[in-house]
């Protein structure tokens, strides 16, 4: 058994044979995690970024949905791609089309708590069929070698059914080379605090590269959650949605012990826009506006006024209308007070 890392340091970590400087990562999320918004927290500090999920059938894959999540030009390496669904060998072609087509691992999703996932026994619903899951892994890790493959779950599907110890043994045993696990079940939704004693128990039992997830919304948080549970490195997500510049300031902290000062209004400003330039060029202007809606309402999360410039910015539709409200409201409003870290 290897023993357990140090507690709460900002270090480097390895996946199969890819070592990364630091030991933060952003989680995948559907219709956030785009290239634009992976390359954009990797610059500020995340060391590695999966991909939003792609579903294992690729007779969808010719739709532009898909034609965009599975674009990695110009994507600093090495990309990360999720994959779903419940067939072993659709997802093992999926994960050779994927590594053919670009990606350097394989994520698999049995984790995602969505109605429209679990309905048709993917995502967190694949944990209630422990042989299910271990042929699923089995066929990826097969298919994908020598790429590795890696485990995104949370705890069980409900509060009377934990089982992620389990999981991870199967993992484990199946050539997976990291699994991250978000402390909540699928029962729990988003309702409940994360709890990561699961992860502590898993850290003891099972020798596997592990990493964090839910609740770690400030460097504190993450120092706590890195000294509680052993783990090898954490995984952001929500925290991270109109807040990216959050993997920079807990590197700071887990570095130094200090706090990174809150942002300048116009450094959240330029960084905004960068970000809106970013969609326009990704999905065109069209889209790249709609898209762009989502991100402005985070930014401007918290700030005077936000509630009435997000009625206004929804009704921009071009490019140059949305970007100039948004350059009037960051110039109008100082930093939000809980964008400190």
Request: with cysteine.
């Amino acid at each position: 058994m290897t023993p357990a890392p140090p507690a709460g340091a900002l270090r480097p970590f390895s996946i199969g044979p890819y070592r990364f400087p630091t030991n933060l990562i952003l989680a995948p999320m559907a219709g956030i995690s785009d290239r634009p918004y992976r390359a954009l927290c990797r610059r500020l500090g995340a060391a590695l970024a999966v991909s939003e999920m792609v579903s294992c059938d690729t007779t969808l894959w010719g739709s532009m949905k898909s034609l965009r999540r599975l674009d990695f030009a110009g994507e600093q390496g090495p990309v990360s791609v999720q994959i779903v669904g419940t067939d072993p060998l659709a997802m093992a072609e999926a994960a050779r089309m994927n590594l053919g087509a670009g990606a350097q691992l394989i994520d698999i999703n049995m984790g995602c708590p969505a109605k429209k996932v679990c309905r048709v026994a993917a995502g967190s619903a694949l944990l209630r069929d422990e042989l299910l899951v271990g042929r699923i892994l089995a066929a990826v890790v097969h298919a994908a070698a020598p790429a590795p493959v890696t485990l995104k779950i949370r705890t069980g599907w409900s509060p009377g059914e934990r089982n992620a110890l389990a999981i991870a043994r199967i993992a484990r045993e199946s050539g997976v080379a990291a699994l991250a696990v978000h402390g909540r079940t699928r029962g729990c939704g988003y309702d409940t605090p994360a709890e990561h004693e699961t992860l502590r128990a898993i850290r003891l039992q099972v020798d596997i590269t592990l990493i964090a997830n839910g609740d770690i919304d400030s460097p504190q948080a993450a120092r706590r959650v890195l000294d509680s549970t052993g783990c090898d490195a954490i995984m952001i997500g929500r925290a991270a949605q109109g807040r990216p510049w959050i993997f920079r300031d807990i590197a700071t902290y887990l570095a130094t012990g200090a706090d990174t000062p809150a942002p300048a209004r116009d450094w959240i400003r330029d960084l905004v826009l960068e970000h809106l330039d970013a969609l326009y060029r990704f999905y065109g202007t069209r889209a790249g506006v709609r898209i762009a809606r989502k991100h402005i309402a985070w930014y401007c999360r918290g700030l005077p006024g936000a509630a009435a410039f997000r009625i206004a910015v929804n009704r921009a539709d071009s490019t140059l209308d949305q970007q100039q409200q948004v350059r009037t409201f960051f110039n109008k409003h100082p930093a939000r007070e809980d964008q400190a870290a």
